[in-house]
């Protein structure tokens, strides 16, 4: 089901992409047969076949003129990380994990599907109709103990190594590390390569690099998270 609804995903995406890229490229001739005094009848029957072609990629906000606004239901407030949303085209609800001007990831389960914020529709986000009596709480502490601000690696496989970070992220970013060094060493390079290749998308990375020379050169990786 997860591999279906991200296969989902990236075929609206693709699709429109490509739309997007014939509509340009059409643009183009017309102009450019325009300016020779031709006829744009081929054109026109190339943008038929594009709007047919339309009509099959599902995102309303392009077709039948939807409004790319948040739904009605959602403009109570805006939308926050960790609020329950339902993504509209895929019909399926989520978790906000990271969020962007203009797109969010969500969690569906263990899946990470990367959205348009006017695909997003927040779920128990509406006011009240009546007045709800407050309800008087003990404060709790939630705050996380720091993971520390090194996680060594080494002698992992990758397999282990990248669970292992995964988990330690999130303990860094929701105890509110600014950064962390991830000790992997050089070896073949395996380790190293992998762990780079997940902290380059990961939602609480914001950048990263090799560690200097006098913090283990390549052996290190060196990452910024983003503010929690």
């Known amino acids: 089901e997860d591999e279906r609804i ?6 609206q995406q693709k699709a429109q992409s490509e739309v997007e890229v014939i509509q340009e490229e059409l643009r183009k001739t017309r102009r450019q047969l325009a300016q020779a005094r031709q006829p744009l009848e081929v054109v026109d029957r190339i ?12 995102k309303p ?3 039948q003129q939807v409004s790319r606004e ?8 805006p939308i926050r990380l960790g609020d329950k949303v339902k993504l509209r085209t895929l019909g399926k609800e989520g978790i906000v994990s990271s ?9 569906i389960g263990n899946l990470r599907v990367r959205v348009d914020l006017y695909d997003l529709e927040l779920i128990g986000g509406q006011a009240q109709e009546k007045p709800v009596q407050p309800v008087h709480l003990k404060p709790v502490d939630f705050s996380t103990p720091s993971p520390g601000v090194e996680l060594s690696l080494r002698g992992l496989t990758v397999d282990e190594a990248v669970e292992k970070l995964e ?14 060094r991830i ?7 395996k380790l190293r390569d992998a762990v780079r290749q ?7 990375v914001e950048r990263f690099e090799a560690g200097g020379r006098s913090e283990g050169g390549d052996g290190v990786t060196i990452v910024f998270l983003v503010k929690s």
């Open 167 to 180: 988990h330690y992220l999130d303990r860094a970013y929701i105890s509110g590390l600014p950064y962390a």
């Open 99 to 107: 969020l962007g001007e203009e797109q969010a990831e969500i969690m």
């Open 47 to 58: 943008e038929e076949t594009v709007r047919q072609i339309e009509t099959t990629v599902e």
């Open 6 to 11: 991200s296969i989902l995903a990236e075929a």
């Open 70 to 77: 948040i739904p009605q239901a959602a403009k109570t407030r």
């Open 198 to 204: 997940m902290v380059r998308t990961h939602p609480y």
């Open 183 to 189: 000790v992997h060493g050089k070896g073949t390079g």
């Open 61 to 63: 906000a392009q077709r």
